[in-house]
């Protein structure tokens, strides 16, 4: 019988992610997860598209501890339906490279299949994380802003 997808069952799969053990992160993923993370692949490494339990494995234990310590995945809105979950995460981080505190929010949609992550989908403040993670503001362009007014590099509608 198939786990029944809870608020406890998603935080359960936080901790093991976090924990950068490999088989506490196997007991979560069906062997053919379907993983994508969008943001800037280019700086965060391990963005992108994953396919196979073990390709999502390796990002989650190489790739990620690679660029930044994971020290909290704190899930402020959960919301599940039947197989599907979606949440609202803080993620707080230690930069790896640097040692600065990153912290991003990021919206996470989750579909299980008996009791596992068949595919999880990520969307990232990547504009703030890129920001932290360089350690500067990215200067954007302020030429003709649409309706709104400029506030620093941002535009305010």
Known sequence: MATPITRQFIEDFYRARISCD?????LFLD??????????????????????????IDALVRHVPAQLEVVGMEPEEVLVDGERAAALCLLTAKHARTGRTISYRCAQFLHFRDGR?????????????????????????????????AIGNRIAV
């Open 117 to 149: 992550i068949a595919r999880f989908r990520v969307l990232i403040d990547s504009f703030d994380a890129a920001e932290q993670m360089l350690g500067h503001t990215i200067h954007v362009s302020t030429g003709d802003e649409p309706a709104g007014e």
């Open 31 to 56: 062997d053919d997860v379907e993983w994508c993370i969008a943001g800037p692949v280019e700086l965060m490494h391990f963005c992108g598209e994953r396919r196979g339990k073990q390709a999502v």
């Open 22 to 26: 490999p088989e506490r992160i196997a």
